[in-house]
């Protein structure tokens, strides 16, 4: 079946099999690597991405089911001209990853959060934050950029 | 991991929905949020041959203040039933039940008719529906009927839908002056509850759903009962474990289950004022 899915602005169309699960359009047919596979069970959130404007698990999505639809993946939140978005700039000044695995998906789940509750407490970041897992920095400065850039949408 | 091949049918009204699994039958799975049936779908667990998205249907996400009772589409996502005012005034225990739902991820997607349909007794959801005795609206082939939620589950994920039928609402009676408490046992966030109970008193009402403690989701009705005859929280508690058939997996012996029910019911009721 032919899919068509706008991500970050540009629209992207495929012949793809039905059981064809978003992450792997995103991957293999638009060709952006930024969202990454982790657990391929939805646990961990390496897949995160913006689905119509919310975050998702897209391991846990079907290509088929978002025909139509818009998505913004980590390629998407950086201006043109390469200016971070806050929250990447947040990540960037508070040292938020080490190996980088669970960044784009830990970055777009917390854009999310933001976009719903611009005041969020310590407490409500490391709760948004629970669908998300970082193997390496022990969430202590992914929380402090969440809330730096939590500031900067203020 | 990718599901076993199969067809896709995109459905744009109720009745096309219907038309679709009345059409295919067993060999045709409804797919709201995905979160449950993706999975098995993923472990080969379950391979139908024909997958029917019902999330065009806007005309079921919405939640009403209907008189004596809330009226929740099936398609609602658990996002926005978790910070519905009305949901939160009126069935309070059930905005707490579904908030404790995997993460927001999970609730961005997930819906309340696919929570319910799944038929799963680890889900949060179905316990705080049988504290508030919800009714549920099917809709088939043959019309529509009203299903008691105790008369809904009848085995593990299994359901009294009929292969043609489809859930439309779920119908809360409204207690603004309960009371109400949610507790989950669990090792890690975002994890299913180890057990779990809704719990919801006020004078003419007393509620418990347990979570995980049976085959299905599971009304505590000797808990129930002893409330209604005037035992204190900490006597009908002992009773929570009675007429359960809870599981023994990789989490807990069924022991300790029965062990956390009695806690976990003592606890809500407390804190629901008993
Ligand atoms: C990582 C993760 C963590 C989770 N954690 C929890 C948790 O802590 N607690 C909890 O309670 N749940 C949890 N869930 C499950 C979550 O609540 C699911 O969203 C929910 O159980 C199913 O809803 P769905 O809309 O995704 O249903 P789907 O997966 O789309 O469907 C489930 C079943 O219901 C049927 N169905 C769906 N809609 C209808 C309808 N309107 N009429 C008839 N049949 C229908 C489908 O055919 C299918 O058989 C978790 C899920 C994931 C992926
Ligand atoms: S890869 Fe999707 S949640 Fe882990
Ligand atoms: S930075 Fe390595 S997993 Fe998070």
Redesign the pocket.
Known sequence: MEVNIKINSVTHSHEVEPRMLLVQYIRELAGLTGTNIGCDTSSCGACTVHLNGESVKSCTVLAAQVDGMNVETIEGLAEGDGTLHPMQQAFHECHA???????PG?VMASVSLIDENPSLTEKEVREGLEGN?????GYHN?VKAVLQASEVAK | MIPAPFDFIQVDSVDEAIAAISEHGDEAKLIAGGHSLLPLMKFRLATPTYVVDINRLDELKYVHDAGDYLAIGALTRHCEIEKNEIVKTNAGVLALATHSVGDPQVRHRGTIGGAIAHGDPASDIPSALLALKATLIAKGSEGEREISIDDFFTGFLETDLAEDEMLKEIRIPKLPNAKWSFQKFNRRAQDWAIVGASIICDDSHVGVGLVNMHSMPFRSEAVEAALSNGANAEEAAELAAENTEAPTDLNASKGYREHLARVLVRRGLQEAGR
């Open positions: 990853l080490q190996c980088g695995y669970c960044t830990m897992l970082c193997r390496c920095t992914i």
